[in-house]
């Protein structure tokens, strides 16, 4: 099976753990956490590489332009929380990944909770080759997800209706291959 290569972390500077509101870039980040339903965290373009988790308990959300590489760690959303992220769209993006909004590296077996308000938005692919997603709610939480979900473990739950819409702009493409045998 084809394998998604991992992007080059190298290229974006160490920027330690963020806990809070405010805007933050690119970078290496040790975990990146909001707790307070009043937070506002903006995400400006790029490649948000971690180590730990990426843990959204309350507040808004908002990045446009992003790729999430998690080495390890889970990228947790909870329902109650306005997230509205996409991943690039571009043809020659580096060091982020064009259509490609959260991969969970080879080896993390982490999870993936996609969850959050009836206004909140993922637009892009999912990939956990070896990690669980999660999507879905209750009520009127999480109505509808513009994303390709890949993993090993796909869980799709709760009472509130999941919209899928898979729009292939809007995704990871797997480059064309040609093999050729003697």
């Known amino acids: 099976s084809y394998q998604v290569p991992p992007p080059d972390c190298s290229q974006v500077p160490e920027r330690g ?6 805007d933050i870039r690119q970078g ?3 975990d990146i956490r909001v707790n307070s339903a009043t937070s506002e965290l903006n995400l400006a373009p790029g490649l948000y590489c971690l180590s730990g988790d990426f843990t959204i308990n309350g ?3 908002n990045g446009q332009g992003v790729t999430f ?3 390890s760690g889970d990228f947790d959303v909870a329902g109650g929380v306005t997230i509205n992220i ?3 769209y571009c043809t020659n993006c580096d060091p982020e990944i064009p259509g490609m909004l959260i991969y969970l590296a080879e080896g993390n077996t982490g999870e993936v909770s996609l969850l959050g308000t009836s206004d909140s938005n ?3 692919t999912v990939y956990a080759p070896d990690g669980m997603i999660e999507a879905g709610g209750t ?4 109505s509808e997800i513009h994303a390709q979900l890949v993993g090993d473990t796909v869980k799709l739950h709760g009472t509130t209706e999941v919209n899928i819409v898979y ?3 809007q995704n990871y493409e797997v480059p064309s291959m040609l093999e050729l045998y003697k």
Do not use: D, K
């Open 59 to 61: 507040g808004t959300v």
């Open 17 to 22: 753990s963020h806990n809070g509101s405010g």
């Open 28 to 30: 290496r980040y040790t």
């Open 167 to 169: 729009r292939g702009g």
């Open 86 to 88: 996409s991943a690039p």
């Open 122 to 124: 993922y637009e892009g």
């Open 69 to 71: 590489y998690l080495t």
């Open 139 to 142: 009520g009127s939480e999480l």
